[in-house]
């Protein structure tokens, strides 16, 4: 990163002089991210819907990454700006990881994250915000870990459960009342599909399963074996259950009142 | 003020290939090797911490002898061109040759450079392929010229013999097993003609694996895996050193 700065420093993000602009600025944006922990790993998932004002602007955006072995990351806000943050993201924990012969450890993963966001302050205020979210499997702890972020940089981290994004609000709704503290790994991977299934049934800028173009959320799990990316079959199979409880109960499952 | 003594620029290169040519000779042996399945680098190294193999990007792996702190400048030199590079382009456009031609570049300006001592340390930079035609491995000796290997390399103090010894026994398609098994056996003949035993811990062994799901091919061998292989290699037949061969990782 150092290297980059001093040798090409037009190839990072927060080096670039800003053009003055008035109103907000059309690009795609991103929309919603969640995460749920479980014993023994964490489960990190994400919409497949890019929106660009009233208009979908993609409908089977990736925004969950890998970003090495034990993390991932999942953006919410400005497509391209996050793409291009999660690729240095990645190449900076590569490239530590080459040099120094050893990983970095998940919270110094994260407090780089946070630092990147920071550097992007100037673009977040004329509306071009990016908003990640980030998980990863604590190898020295042996659990997995959800830290989330402000535009600021701020970030704090997460027990149990987070969502980023516009449809953040219901899914965090969805999982407070599903979630539980015995999650299998599979039962993770249901609750992610449900909170996704509740943002995108109230929110408008978050995709739900699209059955008829076979677009299912992207779902991925890190346990200690290292990062692994549900296949489209399983994807599809777990919507598809979801789908069908939710065809004869269309609010998904209820939780116990007392 | 006294006349420098004359001295011919022939006399003074040799001087200076001779002057890293004893410093490489000074360190231990390596050997690279093709096997069915990817390149393996086998080494003595009795230190844990400090690596004569490492990963350069995803398909490129690094093997060096000679002094340490002078290869481990190079090799971090190269992992910033490797990232850069895939940064700025494509994860493909990252390639072995590129890169040994940067080191080639970088040897030779500083052997032929009067101000500074020449490095002592010869490199080996290997690219595995999708296939085993697609393998390259590049030796780098200290003046910076580079050579074109096939099969087998071996570059470090007792290298020549090793490598006669290696073109000899090597073939194409062994399986990992087999491939360390020959490297052990080349790195303990002594120039004498006889056996030393190399203990396992003493070993440094990493494949660049073809066969990996990961973008990343490069992986360490150490520990209860590299005696698993070393043993399935011993006594066995071919047959039962494939089968150990196959279910590593």
């Not at chain 1, 990351?73 to 700006?81: E, N, Y």
């Not at chain 2, 085993?132 to 013999?161: F, K």
Request: net charge negative.
């Amino acid at each position: 990163m150092d290297f980059l700065g001093e040798h090409q420093p037009e190839l990072l993000p927060g080096k670039r002089q800003l053009p003055p602009t008035q109103g907000v600025i059309e690009a795609p944006h991103g929309t919603t991210i969640v995460a749920v922990t479980f014993p023994g790993g964490v489960v990190l998932a994400g919409d497949r819907r890019a929106t660009m004002g009233n208009v979908i602007a993609q409908r089977d955006i990736e925004k969950v990454f890998p970003a090495d072995e034990y993390s991932a990351v999942g953006i919410a806000g400005t497509a391209g700006l996050a793409v291009e943050m999660v690729k240095l993201f990645q190449l900076e924990l590569e490239h530590f990881e080459k040099v120094e012969g050893a990983q970095l450890s998940l919270e110094g993963k994260a407090n780089r994250l946070s630092t990147m966001i920071r550097s992007n302050l100037g673009m977040a205020m004329q509306g071009l915000a990016v908003v990640p979210l980030f998980a990863g499997f604590d190898v020295d702890r042996a659990k997995g870990r959800i830290f989330s972020y402000d535009v600021t940089g701020g970030r704090s981290e997460e027990h149990n459960f987070a969502a980023t994004g516009s449809g953040s609000i219901f899914a965090r709704g969805a999982m407070k009342k599903l979630f539980r503290d015995d999650l299998s790994e599979e039962q993770a991977t249901t609750l992610v599909v449900q909170a996704l299934y509740d943002a995108a049934d109230d929110d408008s800028a978050t995709g739900g399963p699209d059955v008829a173009r076979r677009i299912y959320p992207i779902i991925t799990v890190i346990t200690e074996d290292g990062f692994r990316r549900l296949t489209e079959d399983e994807a599809s199979e777990l919507s598809r259950a979801v789908l069908a409880r939710r065809l004869e109960e269309p609010d998904g499952p209820r939780a116990a009142l007392l | 003020m006294s006349t420098p003594f004359y001295v011919s620029p022939q006399q003074a290169m040799a001087d200076r290939a001779e002057y890293a040519r004893k410093g490489i000779a000074r360190g231990r042996s390596l050997v690279v090797l093709q096997f069915a399945d990817g390149i393996v680098f086998v080494g003595e190294n009795p230190s844990r911490a400090l690596h004569k193999f490492s990963e350069i990007y995803d398909r490129i792996g690094f093997a060096a002898a000679g002094k340490y702190n002078e290869y481990e400048n190079l090799r971090i030199g190269g992992v910033r061109y490797a990232d850069l590079r895939g940064y700025t382009y494509d994860r493909d456009d990252v390639t072995a040759r590129g890169l040994a031609n940067v080191y080639a570049q970088t040897l030779g300006t500083i052997f032929s450079s009067a101000a500074e001592k020449p490095y002592e340390v010869e490199l080996v930079v290997a690219e595995v392929g999708e296939t085993p035609e697609g393998d390259q491995i590049y030796r780098l000796p200290h003046d910076g010229s580079i050579v074109d290997e096939h099969g087998s390399v071996a570059v470090g103090g007792n290298a020549e013999q090793i490598s006669s010894y290696l073109d000899r026994e090597h073939r194409e398609g062994m399986t990992l097993a087999e491939a360390l098994k020959l490297a052990v056996t080349a790195l303990s003949r002594e120039s004498n003609g006889t056996q030393r035993e190399i203990p396992a811990e003493r070993l440094e062994v990493a494949v660049l694996d073809r066969t990996r799901p990961q973008q990343r091919k490069f992986r360490r061998i150490v520990g209860p895996q590299l005696s698993r292989l070393l043993e399935a290699a011993g006594p066995a037949t071919a047959a039962e050193a494939e089968e150990s061969g196959g279910d590593v990782e």
